[in-house]
């Protein structure tokens, strides 16, 4: 909420894309284990920080599945400028490796939704900082080699 109200920088992760963000009033927060309904569908509000502070993911039961969306809290990029957490990271994954996944939604990557959810899950705690990528390039920003 903080992040977002004062135009953080960082914490938006508005300095990946060369701009400023407005700041914004937030008009609620979402807490951990709360249930939301939209358009009918009750999801599961899971805190799980790591990537950053404030990450949470959203679980839920449809008819013949069951989703999680993750945003990037599966694949999304480690920097301190993030406040990303390395021991939060992999204790928000290994709660999410307990939850019964059919389809997986995340933040990035292609194709972003993943009908094996659970096994995507359980692969993405096992590689948690492995390799951190040096070569990543700032959205927009083009290097010659």
Same mark, same amino acid.
């Given at each position: 909420r903080a992040q977002v109200e004062s135009g953080d920088g960082d914490l938006t992760a508005a300095y990946l894309y060369g701009r400023p963000f407005p700041p914004a009033r937030v008009d609620g927060t979402l807490r951990d284990g709360e249930v939301c309904v939209v358009n009918g569908i009750a999801l599961r509000i899971y805190h799980t920080p790591g990537h950053s502070p404030g990450?949470?993911?959203?679980?839920?039961? %449809?008819?013949?599945?069951?989703? =999680?969306?993750?945003?990037?809290?599966?694949? *999304?990029?480690?920097? !301190?400028?993030?406040?990303? $957490?390395?021991?939060?990271?992999?204790?928000? %994954?290994?709660?999410?490796?307990? =939850?019964?996944?059919?389809?997986?939604?995340? *933040?990035?990557?292609? !194709?972003?939704?993943?009908? $094996?959810?659970?096994?995507?899950?359980?692969?993405?705690?096992?590689?948690?900082? =492995?390799?951190?990528?040096?070569?990543?390039?700032?959205?927009?920003t083009s290097f010659r080699y």
């Amino acid at each position: 909420r903080a992040q977002v109200e004062s135009g953080d920088g960082d914490l938006t992760a508005a300095y990946l894309y060369g701009r400023p963000f407005p700041p914004a009033r937030v008009d609620g927060t979402l807490r951990d284990g709360e249930v939301c309904v939209v358009n009918g569908i009750a999801l599961r509000i899971y805190h799980t920080p790591g990537h950053s502070p404030g990450s949470v993911c959203l679980w839920g039961e %449809l008819p013949g599945m069951r989703l =999680l969306i993750a945003g990037d809290t599966v694949w *999304g990029g480690y920097h !301190p400028r993030l406040r990303s $957490d390395l021991e939060a990271w992999h204790a928000s %994954l290994a709660r999410l490796a307990g =939850l019964e996944i059919d389809v997986l939604t995340v *933040g990035h990557g292609r !194709p972003g939704v993943f009908f $094996d959810g659970a096994r995507r899950v359980k692969e993405a705690r096992g590689q948690l900082g =492995l390799l951190f990528n040096p070569w990543f390039k700032t959205l927009g920003t083009s290097f010659r080699y």
